[in-house]
């Protein structure tokens, strides 16, 4: 048998020539000897000493932070065009907004601006490499044809196809879903439906599904793709979801908490 020491002091007898020691203190320095015994109860000199420092925790990895603005496309009427935003202070740029046309595809909310606030919004990449900017769609004056687009799985596919096409015509990260408001609310000419909070779950998991296919094929990671939701259900059991999420993981649990599981 080894008796095992620990700091000079007695831990453990062990038959093995092998033994793990536990429940040490992390950034810690320790000396270890091992003493034979025979069957006698003879006990052997001290073998030499092994000192070992355990490894320093590791701090827990901190979630990146998302600091997200909005520019409305209508600023450019008064002057403030999308040149003049500090890029380095965002990560994420929303442009408001797309409509949504009667064959569900999303286009151009303000046609005699978009093109030109669009290329200096893209230009902002040149002074922060890492910016997303998403295309919003719907908004308040927008969101009329939102219940219609979440309907059915043919209509979900029309709309997420146009929001890839869209983004990528255009070279925009992701797209921003602002359904003022599902089930109801909004203005008194939206559509509206009692099952548009179980679509509005399923319009989401299509419209990543369109993107993270079509990107995939062009080399782009999947975390690089974009899902904004900006929407509240008028329904008391769910409170209001106005979060900003990337198309990962945490897609997932917005999709849960919208289906209500």
């Not at 020491?5 to 020539?17: E, G, H, R, V």
């Not at 490894?55 to 209508?74: D, E, H, L, N, T």
């Not at 490499?129 to 927008?142: A, E, N, R």
């Not at 029309?158 to 921003?176: L, M, P, R, T």
Request: glycine share 8%; charged share 20%.
């Amino acid at each position: 048998a080894y008796q095992i020491y620990k700091n000079n002091t007695y831990l453990n007898q062990t038959a093995s020539t092998t033994y793990s020691v536990t429940s040490l203190t992390p950034a810690t320095t320790y000396q270890f000897t091992v003493k034979a015994k025979d069957a006698r109860g003879n006990l052997s000199p001290a073998s030499n000493i092994l000192t070992v420092t355990t490894a320093s925790p590791v701090p827990p990895a901190q979630p990146s932070r998302k600091i997200v603005g909005y520019y409305a496309a209508w600023a450019a009427y008064s002057g403030f065009l999308p040149d003049r935003i500090d890029p380095s202070k965002l990560t994420h740029i929303n442009y408001a907004f797309a409509n949504i046309g009667s064959d569900l595809k999303i286009r151009m909310g303000y046609p005699d601006i978009d093109p030109n606030n669009f290329a200096l919004l893209q230009a902002l990449k040149q002074k922060n490499p890492k910016l997303k900017t998403l295309i919003s769609v719907g908004g308040w004056t927008w969101s009329g044809n939102f219940s219609d687009a979440a309907l059915t799985e043919a209509s979900r596919t029309v709309f997420a196809d146009s929001c890839v096409a869209f983004i990528k015509q255009y070279g925009f990260d992701g797209v921003d879903i602002d359904w003022e408001y599902p089930v109801g609310g909004g203005l008194s000419t939206n559509g509206k439906r009692p099952e548009d909070k179980h679509n509005f779950t399923l319009l989401l998991q299509k419209i990543r599904e369109k993107q993270r296919r079509a990107y995939i094929r062009h080399g782009v990671k999947p975390d690089d793709l974009a899902l904004g939701l900006h929407g509240v259900h008028h329904d008391p059991l769910h409170t209001a979801l106005e979060r900003f999420v990337d198309a990962g993981g945490a897609v997932e649990k917005h999709i849960q908490h919208l289906s209500g599981k």
